[in-house]
């Protein structure tokens, strides 16, 4: 069966740090990988997807960036945190984007 | 441009009785998915239920059902026999055009009261 792991599950970091959050999917082979951020009382927000190796799509112009280096393996990274980068960032992959994705259990930001 | 919006921020219901999230969407396209996530206090957030616009059929998965009004761009969500472990965010979502972009609305946070 297929399994996603995301992390950390928190993480507190001072403005201007790095950032590098981590996503890995078991049991499959080229998934489209997500990057959501979830902001307090609002739905979801799509920062980036990718359908393969080294594809990558942004949907939000922002400090942050993500990598796919391996099939199964979606980084968001940050060079310099912002206070406003702080956040619920959840990690998804689906087989194909009508099917439905399968979340990861997400990573508490926050940015102090 | 697809849009989603969940008018109903909070909502409670007794143990072992019927709830319906309600759910309006917007899409200028013809082929496309609605879903229905949960996303209790672990945070985690899962899938519920998937309907595909062109299936006349409302889906259904156990307890939970949609009502599809495709005319009407509605796609409401009724929890049948609600029990302790339904109390959670609800977010319902669109996927249109063959686009990469699922858009979710802002939630609807259901307590499940026993």
């Known amino acids: 069966s297929q399994t996603i792991h995301q992390w950390p599950a928190t993480l507190v970091q001072p403005v201007g740090s790095p950032l590098s959050l981590e996503c890995t999917v078991e049991g499959t082979s080229n998934p489209n990988l997500y990057w959501y951020r979830q902001a307090a009382g609002r739905g979801l927000q799509l920062l980036f997807y990718s359908v393969g190796i080294g594809q990558i799509s942004s949907e939000v112009p922002q400090n942050l960036s993500a990598s796919r280096p391996q099939d199964r393996q979606f980084i968001l990274s940050s060079k310099k945190l912002l206070l406003s980068d702080s956040g619920f960032y959840l990690c998804?992959?689906?087989?194909?984007?009508?099917?439905?994705?399968?979340f990861g259990s997400g990573t508490r930001l926050t940015v102090v | 441009a697809q849009t989603v919006t969940q008018s109903q921020p909070e909502m409670s219901v007794q143990e072992a009785e019927t709830v319906t999230l309600s759910c309006t969407y917007d899409?200028?396209?013809?082929?496309?998915?609605l879903f229905w996530y949960k996303q209790p206090p672990s945070r985690q957030m899962i899938l519920v239920i998937r309907q595909e616009a062109y299936k006349q059929q409302n889906a259904t998965e156990n307890r939970f059902s949609v009502n599809f009004q495709k005319a009407a761009k509605s796609f409401s969500l009724k929890i049948s026999d609600s029990q302790l472990g339904d109390t959670a965010m609800y977010f319902c979502a669109l996927n249109s055009g063959g686009y990469q972009k699922v858009t979710f609305g802002t939630g609807t946070k259901l307590q499940v009261i026993p």
């Open positions: 998804a992959w689906s087989p194909t984007v009508n099917y439905g994705y399968t």
């Open positions: 899409t200028s396209e013809n082929n496309y998915y």
